[in-house]
């Protein structure tokens, strides 16, 4: 082989295999470009006008200033399509240093994070920022649909460190497509992604579990858990993608601002992946997430299907009264018997891991906390 | 509203989408930035939109506009290196899924070219463009891209023939291939 082919075999992506302008990622970039109107179903963001053209230099400085002065009082946000944005640039920038701002100052809340798919299934953790070195208690309660307790964990932990596991996106399972290559179906494969961060250290564990009439309790040299939104994930989301403001909303009633997380594909698998978050429009903190996966069908390759999954926040206080919901209340008539082998872990070694979503913890999320 | 040019907009972003977005992806780690870096080539293209020309030479002019977007990025410092880091693991897998340790350590080294050499190598190979095309992206004269890209090839292949002793290229490598020197396709 020649050193020109070389050269051109050495290119990283390949044209084809990208997600192209009618794709969900190429429709969100399209959402970026300032034009006025909405072409053949690619919608654009409609931005406000120069304002040199409506005014004067002096005139366009005083509506600057009073532009940025509403965007850092007030959460200003417009829907696609709406007739003018005002300092959207600003309310975004503002919107993302408060929220990073709200993040921080949560640390020590209790987190309630309840997701979809099951009838209910709750998990409270406090304090919020699991730090290394640091010690975080964590409850996770599952509920059939009658309301009937299910299963219960509770977790002591002294925190060795924390990691950033990923995953692939199950978006993709299925398609494999080499640089340049043929799709190779059957295979699964996807877009590295962090979902959330292994935390190893020590720790003691009760629960109990339904489906063995039983409760279990017991500890552990060493463990390692998946903690769903932490501070730092959050964080990662937020540098993950193009942070969009889409506008004012409720959630659960309560006014909301809701942003979009454009997450970029991978240049090679073509799969799109995005992040909806809806702030309380007071606090800032996170209320609601919902992550989607998308993948790109490619010819030949088994059917790819999306995947969406849902969790509500609620940061509470860390009162006692809040802090005794980490408190694990296993229901009576059950006896304790010994945890799942498979919850232990033997080895902390976890720092540089990139794919650890799917192992260490097998047969067992542990907390039940197992991240997206 | 000018006159169709929503239309053409239109058109122009279905049409160059992907190869700009090829464009980026090849010089950009960071994932979050290659999509803010489209956007922003297309909003330039927007606002320009009675400069770019017709096909097939708006794929340079766009190539001429993301390199220039790409290089105001990097010197307003946009970039967040430690959390790039981060993202690049996440969604610039394409490396990893290289198996092949020989296009790696020619995609490394390209890497380690002087900017111009490197830029210059990836607008004929990976973009395939000819040497004329190639000077138009760069702005330079055709003969300045020949040169470099003689100079490029001669770096690469002195370096692909000593940073790994234990896995050397093929002799045939280090011989410009007949089709190195061309100027132009069409």
Redesign the interface.
Known sequence: ????????????????T?????SP??R???Q??????K??G?RYIRRPRRLLLVGGAAAATVAACIALVVALVVPTATHRGAPEVQARTHSVAVIRARLVAALDSAGNDVLEITRSGACNSTTWMTPFDVQAGGEFRERTETTSCSGTPTSGEALDMTVENVT?Y?VLTPADVGNVV??GGPVIPGKS?G????VGEWVCGNGSETGFNTTFNSSWQGSAETLRIGVPATPELLR?EL????LELIGNTTVNGEAAVELSL????????GSSSSVTIWLDASSYLPIREVQQFQAKQLPGAPPTTSQSTEQDYTFLPPTAANLALVQLSVPSGLAAVTPPGTFIVPSCSLRGA?SAGNSGTSGNTGTGASGA | ?RPGA??R??EL???R???V??YV??RESS??D???I??DV??VA?RRLEAVPEEPADLLWLYGTARRVLSEHRRRGWR?AR?DA??S???????E??E?P???R??SL?KKLRPADREV?RLV??E?LTHEEAAQVLGCSVNAVAVRVHRA?GR??EQ?ATSSPEDP??E??????P??WRTSTS
Do not use: C, H, K
Request: hydrophobic fraction near 45%; glycine fraction near 2%; aromatic fraction near 6%.
């Open positions: 082989m020649n050193l020109d082919s070389l050269i051109r075999e050495s290119n990283p992506v390949a044209v084809d990208l997600p192209d302008a009618d990622f190429g969100a970039i399209a970026q470009i300032p034009i006025a109107d072409p053949s690619i950033p990923q080499t640089p494969v877009v590295p992604r962090n990662n540098a993950a993608g193009s454009l997450i970029p594909p991978a240049s090679v698998v990139t | 509203m929503t239309a907009f239109d972003y279905r049409r989408f992907q190869a977005l090829a992806n090849r994932a979050a290659a999509a803010e489209v956007s297309f909003t927007w967040r959390l981060r993202i693991s996440e969604a610039a897998p394409t490396d899924l290289d092949d020989l296009r790696d020619v995609r390209i190598l190979f990976w395939d090839r690469l292949a692909l290229p093929d045939n490598a280090l011989r410009p291939s089709g190195s």
